[in-house]
């Protein structure tokens, strides 16, 4: 299991990452939490997709995307300004350059494929993670925040639901509401801040996480 950072999705090296990763947020949105969102021939994307985000992809096998995550600097570009206002308190969002916003985390809950690092990672991890899917999520969380300190980020905003904020809670990352609880297309949805920092990172960092890799040409032909 592999932490993939694409920060060009232009190139064609990571064109099938890309397109995996569209097609898990595909399952995940639409067919599993059936939000109403832009669904062609099996993959989601949405105009954020074209503001050159960066994107951290959690990888099994050779193409197996079971994770995901979208992130781009606030000040460029912000679906909670933009789509989601109503979640901020007063309908602003304070940016400052070191705040960078997440969108579309999404994690595969169907049961991988056996192999023997999977099963070692697993075995070294069962305390704290009991399943598969709180691994996959734990590791993709762990990612951001790995990403995140190499690049000088302090915050972390994003737009999501009171589940996942009690699931982000229980793992040691706790959010910071920016505003109320409002319920969006039946789901109750909530715009917070996150602590982007060594020691969260420390917190919620499983037992065999690896370093991220950065997708590059030069590194996809070796």
Same mark, same amino acid.
């Given at each position: 299991?592999?932490?993939?950072?694409?920060?060009?999705?232009?190139?064609?090296?990571?064109a099938?990452?890309?397109?995996?990763k569209?097609?898990?947020?595909s399952?995940?949105?639409?067919?599993?939490?059936?939000?109403?969102?832009?669904?062609?021939?099996?993959?989601?994307r949405?105009?954020f997709?074209?503001?050159?985000? *960066?994107?951290?992809l $959690?990888? @099994? /096998?050779?193409?197996?995307? %079971?994770?995901?995550?979208?992130?781009?600097?606030?000040?460029? &570009?912000s679906m909670?300004?933009? *789509?989601?206002?109503? $979640?901020? @308190? /007063?309908g602003?969002l304070? %940016?400052?350059?070191?705040?960078?916003?997440?969108?579309?985390? &999404?994690?595969?809950?169907?049961?991988?494929?056996?192999?023997?690092?999977?099963?070692?990672?697993?075995?070294?991890?069962a305390?704290?993670?009991?399943?598969?899917?709180?691994?996959?999520?734990?590791m993709?969380?762990?990612?951001?925040?790995?990403?995140?300190?190499?690049?000088?980020?302090l915050?972390?905003?994003?737009?999501?639901?009171v589940?996942?904020?009690?699931i982000?809670?229980?793992?040691?990352?706790?959010?910071?509401r920016?505003?109320?609880?409002?319920?969006?297309?039946?789901?109750?949805?909530?715009a917070?801040?996150?602590?982007?920092?060594k020691?969260?990172?420390?917190?919620?960092?499983?037992?065999?996480?690896?370093?991220?890799?950065a997708?590059?040409?030069?590194?996809?032909a070796?």
């Amino acid at each position: 299991m592999q932490l993939v950072v694409i920060e060009d999705a232009q190139q064609p090296h990571s064109a099938s990452l890309m397109q995996a990763k569209l097609q898990l947020r595909s399952k995940v949105f639409a067919d599993r939490l059936h939000w109403d969102v832009e669904n062609v021939d099996g993959q989601e994307r949405d105009q954020f997709d074209d503001q050159a985000p *960066v994107y951290i992809l $959690l990888v @099994e /096998g050779s193409h197996q995307v %079971v994770g995901s995550v979208r992130l781009h600097p606030a000040a460029r &570009c912000s679906m909670l300004r933009q *789509v989601f206002p109503m $979640l901020l @308190e /007063g309908g602003k969002l304070h %940016v400052h350059p070191r705040m960078i916003e997440s969108s579309r985390f &999404c994690v595969d809950k169907h049961k991988p494929s056996p192999s023997p690092g999977y099963k070692r990672l697993k075995r070294t991890a069962a305390i704290a993670q009991p399943s598969f899917s709180s691994l996959r999520t734990r590791m993709l969380l762990a990612g951001i925040i790995d990403w995140c300190l190499s690049n000088e980020y302090l915050e972390l905003v994003t737009a999501t639901d009171v589940r996942f904020e009690r699931i982000l809670r229980m793992a040691g990352w706790p959010m910071k509401r920016l505003g109320p609880v409002t319920v969006i297309n039946e789901t109750e949805s909530v715009a917070g801040s996150l602590e982007i920092s060594k020691a969260v990172f420390e917190r919620l960092r499983p037992e065999g996480y690896r370093p991220f890799l950065a997708l590059t040409t030069q590194q996809r032909a070796s």
